[in-house]
């Protein structure tokens, strides 16, 4: 099912620098379980820079990434990837002042959105920076 509505949410000023609030273990250089950033920039009341960035982590270290202007109305914004990549992708972002839960609906979830295979954007990340992060240089 894709995301067609927003429910009512408070406002929260979006931006900063979030990470992904996972499991990882370290096993010499190699880091197993997922590990992402965000970083936001709001550029208006209803509009927010995005860089979205996760990874699989070991051994594949699959990941996918988007930097994208998305509309943000209340505390929800939602990226949808280049149609031709994968046209049912739909990313929900709920923000709250603690950070950003974030879940992933896509019909192709081996490479759903367009990310490398078997990636699935979903997970908190928790809000670690309320500064204005310096977006045009992550990707």
């Known amino acids: 099912m894709l995301f ?4 009512v949410h408070p406002y929260v000023d979006p931006t900063g620098t979030y990470t992904l ?9 190699d880091i197993y379980g997922y590990f992402g950033e965000i970083l936001v920039k709001k550029l208006s009341d209803q509009k927010i820079l995005m860089a979205f960035d996760i990874c699989k982590g070991a051994p594949s270290y699959n990941s996918g990434s988007f930097l994208d202007t998305l509309d943000y109305t209340g505390a929800v914004a939602i990226y949808k990837a280049d149609p031709d990549l994968d046209p049912t992708c739909q990313i929900k972002f709920e ?3 603690k950070g950003i839960t974030v879940s992933e609906e896509s019909e192709e979830l081996g490479f759903g959105c367009g990310f490398g295979y078997g990636v699935i954007a979903d997970g ?8 204005e992060p310096d977006v045009k240089d992550k990707f």
């Open 21 to 29: 609030d996972g499991k990882t273990q370290k096993k010499g250089d």
């Open 4 to 7: 067609t509505s927003f429910s």
């Open 95 to 97: 923000f709250t002042s």
């Open 124 to 131: 908190f990340f928790k809000k670690i920076s309320s500064a």
